[in-house]
């Protein structure tokens, strides 16, 4: 069974630009959750999906969003990149809703700004 | 408020020792996952606890819902074993909230 994947692996942007993550979870998942991992800083909860709907968002700007799609898959955008928005973008899938179903995550995809 | 501590921050031990991991929450949760985190960022999930013990090969898994803590253990150590632990709980608003991590070395 083919895991949670994630692409790219690795980016350059420049301040002020956009970007889009994508994120595949495992078949039969529905839930799909983004995590930020700046460097020097633990995991922080950004976004869940589930059923293509946005069902909680964690404490960051408007300018963080994503979507789901019919097939579950899942996109992370970032407009007006700043520094500070440098991570790892970990996307995590579950086959249940919410935080009490075991999660899995996929590679990440490490984002630098410059 | 609801937070979430690991303890230690860093522990280095000999290959072999058995290893004990902390973590403490500050209030009633659903449910309490143990990951596992590689040099290069891959996460993996060891555990999902909401009560007692699971066990898989050389770890082990507690969590005393009175007392609000939970501890990983590692029987038997190995220098593979050496990565970041980091507990993560979901205090029933449906996201996981995270520790800060317990960067584990293990001297062969």
């Known amino acids: 069974e083919a895991g949670v994947t994630q692409s790219p692996t690795h980016l350059i942007k420049t301040r002020g630009q956009q970007v889009t993550l994508r994120c595949s979870p495992i078949?039969?998942?529905?839930?799909v959750y983004w995590y930020q991992q700046a460097l020097g800083l633990g995991l922080q909860f950004l976004l869940w999906?589930?059923?293509?709907?946005?069902?909680n968002r964690g404490n960051f700007p408007p300018r963080f969003s994503g979507r789901q799609f019919p097939n579950y898959s899942s996109e992370l955008n970032v407009n007006a990149l700043e520094l500070e928005d440098s991570a790892l973008y970990l996307c995590?899938?579950?086959?249940?809703?919410?935080?009490?179903?075991?999660?899995?995550f996929g590679p990440g995809t490490r984002l630098t700004v410059t | 408020k609801n937070e979430v501590e690991q303890s230690p921050q860093n522990l280095t031990a000999q290959e072999g020792e058995f290893i004990t991991i902390n973590c403490s929450y500050s209030?009633?949760?659903?449910?309490l996952h143990w990951l596992q985190q590689h040099p290069g960022g891959g996460i993996v999930s060891l555990f999902m606890?909401?009560?007692g013990k699971k066990k898989h090969g050389r770890l082990i898994a507690t969590i005393n819902i009175q007392e609000k803590h939970s501890s990983l253990h590692i029987t038997a150590s190995h220098p593979r074993d050496s990565a970041v632990y980091i507990c993560?709980?979901?205090?029933?608003?449906?996201?996981?909230?995270f520790g800060t991590g317990t960067r584990l070395t293990i001297i062969p």
């Open positions: 995590a899938s579950s086959i249940l809703a919410g935080g009490g179903s075991e999660q899995y």
């Open positions: 078949s039969g998942h529905t839930s």
């Open positions: 999906y589930d059923e293509g709907e946005e069902r």
């Open positions: 209030v009633g949760i659903s449910a």
């Open positions: 606890l909401s009560s």
């Open positions: 993560a709980v979901n205090f029933g608003n449906e996201k996981l909230t």
